[in-house]
């Protein structure tokens, strides 16, 4: 199945709040949904249950292994395998993490998404926090909780917040205090009681969503120079050791910095015209190159939101905040319609920002 959606029930295991997804598959509601429906519509309403596996011997008589098979209790299917140690966490109990997290007690209904891959062995909720943000006044922000969980004995379950810029869709995590982007849940040991202390780590996401934003609002009010540009891209794409003692620039290196001085110039096409300029436009182009130009289709969401393009973004931020410490104010007056008033203290910069970035 495209997307590699799991199939359960005769059905794709994926429900969405509103908009279909790009492979079409599962069933699409107009409207925000409460756990219930999401896990129900998803088709995730199963458990798994770790049983031994046995070995058949030369004899025809069988005996027990050191392996454990993971099994969905519905239809028996074996979704993977793992160790003694090894502790299942249930569909149920991911959602029930989401909902103390955001801490529902309203009953409100916050999921955009909900399904499982493969044959079940994968599954995931997102949803939806309701503290969204807007940046210089006209740039919206929506932040949401996901959690992912595997059943085939690889890798921690995870819960971690994701900032989306509305207009392009970039994605960036929210660091959540000291503990980093994300905080996962190992299948080993007293399963209950890290789950436990997760919602009481995570109980603080509206302080790091408010943190995330004053960092933004900081950039807002930045002006990106030459200087700062460059020392930016250094730090985050250096050049090669050996470029470095030939005296020569890397073609590859030159090209990304160039589109990403491209993505810089256009704003998003002028979308918010206040921000054209500043240490947050160029973290846009940055969060936009990754998101949206960098591998191939199958490879680049994954990157974004849990590899190499989620640590790059994580890492430009602060890059960003550091080499603009002692730039110019960029002062924005804030009014509508944004593309007729908006007004920077300072000349616009050039329209060709990627050749002025290219002069010596």
Known sequence: MPANIATLNGKAAVSLAREPAWHGLGTVVDHLMKAEEAFRLAQLDWQVEKR???AKYPDNTYGPVETFGIFRTTDHALLGTCGKMYRPIQNASGFELIDALLELADGGAYYESAGALGIGESVWALARIPNDFTVAGDDPHRTFLLFHTRHDGNGSALCKLVDCRV????????AIGETGAELRIAHFGKVEEKIEAAKKLMAATGDAVKALHEKFDILAHRVVTKETFLATMDRLFPEAEENVKAGVI????????????DRFASNDGNAIPAIKGTAYNLLNAITEHTDHFVGTDKTRARSAMFGTGEWLKAKALNVILAATANAPEHKVLYSKPAA???VLDRPAPPTGMADYFRQN
């Open 340 to 342: 007729e008033t908006a």
């Open 250 to 261: 890397g073609k590859a290196r030159a090209d990304k910095i160039a589109k990403i001085a």
């Open 167 to 174: 207009v392009c869709a970039n994605t960036l995590a929210v």
């Open 52 to 54: 031994p596996l046995f």
